[in-house]
Structure formats: structure tokens, C-alpha cells
């Protein structure tokens, strides 16, 4: 279909594009910007006043529950939140159950998600079986069916030979490593930031020293092997000031961050809010503030979701026995537009963090506008302010810290390969 995108202000950071003008959409792919390719006709039209059109944004960490945890959320559930949320594509990490460590768990989840309104969906398979940390996994055949990197989401690998043969096996075919660098003995039995916060409320705390001593031992390995390493989820100043180092040195690695530690800090956890119980935990100001400033400057190289849908009776525990984690799917461009205006940064510098920059960690052809390109395209209202409620959201899961919040940044249209996957309720 030959669809036509009028009076938008186009923002595409790949391509320099701030500027209003059309879009032109034919055959699923992005026909032209500016001027209709010759011969183009619109078959429909899509009236962007007051809107920007960006490319659809790109989350690094989006769990879809499935398999396993169907009773937390459904692959139908969340995308659906994908789509209202303007992503249009996503990788999901291997910790479901069982876990992403063979081809035929991954095929499946691939098959599921290949409906039109469905967004593209990138397995990150396991580095281990069963994510035990024990034996590797078959990586190439996982690659095959269609893993796009090797990780193992939040559990820890103890043995370090083990890390070190994973690495080696990664680098010799070129498979991306993707680890969270966290420390399980300096972290065990804790459930918030070791500081103030989780003294005052009685908190086991979990010391910044357990992401930093992790990373070390990351980094040296990456350095030895020459696997190319992506840290999920730094969560500290002290953690990205070795990212740093380490690039200076000449190790390959980037890293994320999430949305919530865009925003949050300790403080934040309250009176024992289960919403706030994150992993990597809630740091201190100094490290949100850092944290903020590395995505500013580029040492942080994408902002992502860390998606987490849980069911309502996971919340309902004390604090240190939640399940963890919260929902964001829907909430990462109006969080992303949130930080760029307190940052005094421009939207287009703001807006590569969640679109091209997590593309290109990807290894994707995606996050642009570019003739020729899959026309994955996301418009909204940056004025139109939403409030964050349990019936906004269309994840299964109703687990955030931003519940009750109004965030400005509202969705209009999401378009997949041109397929309307998403259209705002009118009024």
C-alpha cells in the first residue's frame, strides 16, 4: 500500500533530517522524503499536524514473558504495549523457561512473532544451558535460527574459565556478548542500593563495588578474547568511568542503560514501593546524575526499557520479597523525551539513543528513515501529555514506579514495514 505522511516534522538522527516535510511510504518500505518518487500515488494518507515522525524506536531489553511465563504477560499483551509504545523493534533476553538455549524455543518465538502488527522481534539466546553458567550452548545453530547476540539476562556465570571459552567461541564467529556486570557475592541476599535509603528502611543493600568488580573481570576478558562485549544495564558512575577507561584502551564495548535509572534514584524506593525493586537496584543522585550525562555525551550508547511485566500478586510481598523488575514498553519515548528536556538536549540527539544508536549495537538496518529502508515509523505529539495509569497501559503487566505520573509524549501512529500496527484512540 502507498501511504503518505503529511505536515509531520520529520526528526531522523542517522540521516540529519530535523525539518518538516512528508514522508512516502510504498511496499513497506520508505519511498521518498521531501519528493514523491515518480509515479507515486497514495492509496492513504496520514495527517501528522503538530507531530514528529521518527524512526520506530529500537529497545535493547523488552522480556515478552514468553514461553514460560504466560501468567505475567502474553506475547499478544505486550506487543500491543510495543506498538502504542512507537517500538518497532526489540530484542528480548534468553531468560524465559525454559530458557532461549535452543534453536527450536527460538524458531518458535520467531514464527509467534511474525504478525504484520507485530514488531520485529531479536532473541538474545543463552551464553550457557539453562543459563547455569556450566556448559556453552550451541551458538551458531542458535544464530541460525535467529539469535542476534549471547547473554545470560541477569544470572551470572561463576565459573570465569567458562566466561573465558564463551568469549573465545563468540569472538572466533563474531557473536556479540552480551553480560550485566554484577557481582552475586557482594550482591547476595540484597535488594536495594547499599546507602542511606536502605539503612534507614532495614534494606540488605547491594554496594556499587559489585557492579564495578563484575566489570572488571568482564572487560579483562573482553580485552583477552576480543569478543565484542555490550554491558546491559550499568547502573553507576563508578561503572561508566571504567566503560570509559576501557575504550580509551581499546576494548570493544558499549553499553545501555535503562529508563528507569534515567529518572530514579534510592530515594525513590520510598516506603518500600514494590514498583522501585529493580535490578540492578536504584542508585544513588550522584549516579543518576552520571548516568544521565554518559547518555549525553555518548559513553552510554542506548537507552532501553528493561521491560519487566509482573503480575499483580508479585508485587504484594514485602519489599525484599517482590518479584522484580517494571514495566516500560509503553513509557521509553515519553521518558526519552522527559530527559532530553531536562538535559536541554535536541531531540534529535535524544531520539538516536532509542532509535539508530541500539540499531547499530543490533547490527540492524534499522532506526532510519532512509529511501529504501523498512518503513518502521513512529509519530507523536511531543505536547500531548499522558497520564500513567493502570488502563493506559496495555502491557499485561501494571508494575511502574510512574503510576499516576503525566509524561508528555504521546504516540499517535506506529507504523511496521507500512502496516498501521498502532492508531491513537481519537479524543
Same mark, same amino acid.
Given at each position: 500500500m502507498r501511504i503518505q505522511i503529511?505536515?509531520?516534522? =520529520? =526528526?531522523?538522527?542517522?540521516?540529519?533530517?530535523?525539518? *518538516?516535510?512528508? =514522508?512516502?511510504?510504498? %511496499?513497506?518500505?520508505? @519511498?521518498?522524503?521531501?519528493?514523491?518518487?515518480? !509515479?507515486? $500515488? $497514495?492509496?492513504? &494518507?496520514? %495527517?501528522a499536524s503538530g507531530c514528529i515522525v521518527c524512526p520506530g524506536l529500537v529497545d535493547l531489553a523488552a522480556r515478552l514473558r514468553e514461553p514460560g511465563f504466560e501468567y505475567r504477560a502474553t506475547l499478544e499483551s505486550e506487543m500491543a504495549a510495543a506498538a502504542a509504545g512507537g517500538v518497532t523493534s526489540l530484542a528480548c533476553p534468553p531468560d524465559t523457561d525454559p530458557p532461549l538455549d535452543e534453536p527450536g524455543l527460538v524458531e518458535m518465538l520467531k514464527h509467534r512473532a511474525r504478525l504484520p502488527e507485530f514488531?520485529?522481534?531479536?532473541? =538474545? !539466546?543463552?551464553? &550457557?544451558? !539453562?543459563?547455569?553458567?556450566?556448559?556453552? &550452548?550451541e551458538m551458531a545453530e542458535l544464530a541460525e535460527a535467529g539469535c542476534i547476540a549471547f547473554g545470560q539476562a541477569n544470572r551470572v556465570i561463576l565459573d570465569t574459565q567458562v566466561l573465558l571459552r564463551a568469549m573465545q567461541y563468540a569472538s572466533t564467529f563474531g557473536f556479540p556478548v552480551w553480560l550485566q556486570a554484577q557481582d552475586p557475592y557482594l550482591a547476595r541476599n540484597g535488594v536495594a542500593h547499599d546507602g542511606e535509603v536502605a539503612a534507614r528502611l532495614g534494606l540488605t543493600g547491594i554496594p556499587v563495588v559489585a557492579e564495578?568488580?563484575?566489570?572488571?573481570?568482564?572487560?579483562?576478558?573482553?580485552?583477552?578474547?576480543?569478543a565484542r562485549l555490550h554491558v546491559t544495564r550499568v547502573s553507576s558512575a563508578a561503572g561508566l568511568e571504567m566503560i570509559r577507561a576501557a575504550r580509551a584502551a581499546g576494548i570493544a564495548v558499549s553499553c545501555d542503560v535503562a529508563a528507569h535509572h534515567l529518572h530514579l534514584c534510592e530515594n525513590d524506593i520510598g516506603y518500600f514501593n514494590p514498583h522501585a525493586r529493580l535490578d540492578p537496584p536504584l542508585r544513588s543522585l550522584r549516579d543518576r546524575d552520571a548516568l544521565r550525562a554518559?547518555? @549525553? %555525551? +555518548?559513553?552510554?550508547?542506548?537507552?532501553?526499557? %528493561?521491560?519487566?511485566?509482573?503480575?499483580?500478586? +508479585?508485587?504484594?510481598?514485602?519489599?525484599d520479597e517482590v518479584e522484580i523488575g517494571a514495566t516500560a514498553l509503553e513509557l521509553l519515548l515519553p521518558l526519552t523525551l522527559k530527559w532530553a528536556t531536562e538535559a536541554k538536549l535536541p531531540l534529535a540527539r535524544a531520539l538516536a539513543r532509542v532509535t539508530s544508536d541500539p540499531a547499530r549495537i543490533l547490527g540492524l538496518d534499522a532506526g532510519t528513515l532512509g529511501v529504501g529502508r523498512a518503513a518502521d515509523?513512529?509519530?507523536?505529539?511531543?505536547?500531548?501529555?499522558?497520564?500513567? &495509569?493502570?488502563?493506559?497501559?496495555?502491557?499485561?503487566?501494571?508494575?511502574? *514506579?510512574?503510576? +499516576?505520573m503525566e509524561l508528555d509524549g504521546e504516540v499517535r501512529f506506529t507504523l511496521i514495514e507500512g502496516h498501521l500496527a498502532y492508531s491513537a484512540p481519537m479524543g
Open positions: 503529511t505536515n509531520g516534522h =520529520v =526528526v531522523d538522527p542517522a540521516n540529519g533530517i530535523d525539518k *518538516p516535510t512528508d =514522508v512516502f511510504i510504498a %511496499d513497506g518500505r520508505i @519511498a521518498g522524503i521531501g519528493k514523491a518518487p515518480a !509515479g507515486f $500515488a $497514495a492509496e492513504g &494518507t496520514i %495527517d514488531a520485529h522481534v531479536y532473541p =538474545v !539466546g543463552a551464553l &550457557t544451558v !539453562g543459563l547455569a553458567g556450566q556448559r556453552l &550452548t564495578t568488580i563484575a566489570l572488571a573481570t568482564i572487560l579483562h576478558l573482553a580485552q583477552e578474547t576480543g554518559g547518555l @549525553a %555525551d +555518548g559513553t552510554v550508547d542506548a537507552l532501553c526499557s %528493561d521491560h519487566t511485566p509482573v503480575d499483580d500478586d +508479585g508485587k504484594l510481598a514485602p519489599f515509523i513512529c509519530v507523536f505529539d511531543p505536547k500531548a501529555s499522558v497520564r500513567i &495509569t493502570r488502563e493506559h497501559l496495555k502491557s499485561q503487566g501494571k508494575n511502574t *514506579p510512574f503510576l +499516576g
